[in-house]
């Protein structure tokens, strides 16, 4: 399998952009050898190949470790996300003898952190081609739908934020001392800051420009800038060898570049080397959903939660049926007045 996926990004029939950016590298290459060869009795030139590493492999080479960075910082975030909501859910459940907070408090802070998490995952998850694909090619209806979709969501986790944030409140009336409530408010901030820092990676990458020069680099200018070295094997090994060899080191090129594009948003689930988001906030319901027993959660069924990135939330209504059934308790009505879908919030004008 692993052979497999590392040829994907060479094949001609891969998916666009990747399969006809190889196909149009092909045969550049190819135009440009034999014009380098046969042209008035052939150019030819041997290049030094310590120069060409510098000059060509180098800044890609580079190029897909910065985007490998961007993934490992986007994991550091994640991790931090996950264990700052299982802290969150157990300073609201411990930190207080029990009988002091209001009976369906905990039950509250649950809820509230399932749709903290469950807003995440419809932020996360969606892709946003228009960072990776070209922005003025009559794509701009469906860029305003994912940026209106994308700001339901914002506004969405906003206010869960700030209704966790009220939440401690209630902490403060029942008598938590301030060192507590301190300790409290910083780990909200560093969720926060966690969630933002983990948002600015799913929507800021390498700068268009900048993937539009690489790949004109990589398609045009590196096939004829190196046709005449190309062109030189010709005297030893045959023109045959000179075209494969050719082929077979700029689709190299080819699929690094690729390799790195594919790494910019590492939230779309669209390789074996993303973040699964998806399951590692599965996980952090399943850590804030605690009973008594600590080690007995509540059993969930995974599909609901996972199923529609966009709508989730028919896991948490099955948490709060069995919470009323075995505590005689309700949800309070600060969690169900908050957005349970992409529609239930209207999105700001897109400027």
Not at 70 to 97: C, G, M, N, Y
Request: hydrophobic share 45%; aromatic share 10%; charged share 20%.
């Amino acid at each position: 399998m692993d052979q497999q996926l590392s040829a994907a990004p060479l094949q001609p029939h891969a998916p666009a952009p990747q399969g006809w950016l190889s196909l149009w590298v092909t045969l550049i290459t190819i135009v440009s050898v034999l014009f380098f060869n046969y042209i008035n009795g052939g150019r030819v030139q041997a290049l030094d190949w310590t120069v060409a590493a510098f000059v060509v492999l180098l800044p890609l080479v580079s190029t897909l470790w910065w985007a490998f960075e961007r993934r490992e910082r986007a994991l550091s975030e994640l991790a931090q996300v996950k264990t700052l909501l299982q802290h969150i859910a157990l300073a609201h459940r411990d930190w207080l003898p029990t009988g002091v907070l209001p009976a369906t408090h905990l039950q509250q802070t649950q809820a509230l952190l399932h749709t903290l998490t469950d807003g995440m995952r419809a932020y996360f998850l969606p892709p946003r081609f228009y960072s990776t694909e070209f922005p003025y090619a009559g794509l701009k209806l469906k860029m305003m739908r994912i940026a209106q979709e994308r700001a339901k969501q914002m506004r969405r986790i906003t206010t869960c934020f700030h209704r966790l944030a009220r939440s401690s409140e209630v902490l403060r009336t029942a008598g938590l001392g301030d060192a507590h409530l301190t300790k409290l408010a910083e780990w909200n901030f560093q969720l926060q800051v966690s969630f933002e820092r983990m948002a600015n990676t799913k929507e800021y990458r390498t700068p268009q420009g900048i993937r539009a020069l690489s790949r004109c680099y990589v398609s045009l200018l590196i096939p004829i800038f190196f046709g005449p070295y190309y062109a030189s094997l010709n005297a030893g090994v045959g023109t045959a060898f000179a075209v494969i060899f050719a082929i077979v080191m700029n689709l190299g090129t080819v699929g690094v570049l690729q390799a790195a594009i594919a790494l910019e948003d590492p939230f779309d689930n669209q390789g074996l080397d993303g973040i699964y988001v998806d399951e590692s906030l599965y996980e952090a319901e399943q850590a804030i959903y605690f009973t008594d027993d600590e080690t007995d959660f509540l059993a969930h069924n995974k599909s609901d939660s996972m199923g529609n990135p966009l709508h989730g939330n028919s896991m948490k209504e099955d948490l709060k049926l069995q919470l009323s059934k075995d505590g005689n308790t309700t949800v309070g009505d600060s969690v169900n007045e908050l957005p349970h879908s992409t529609a239930d919030v209207e999105a700001p004008p897109h400027h």
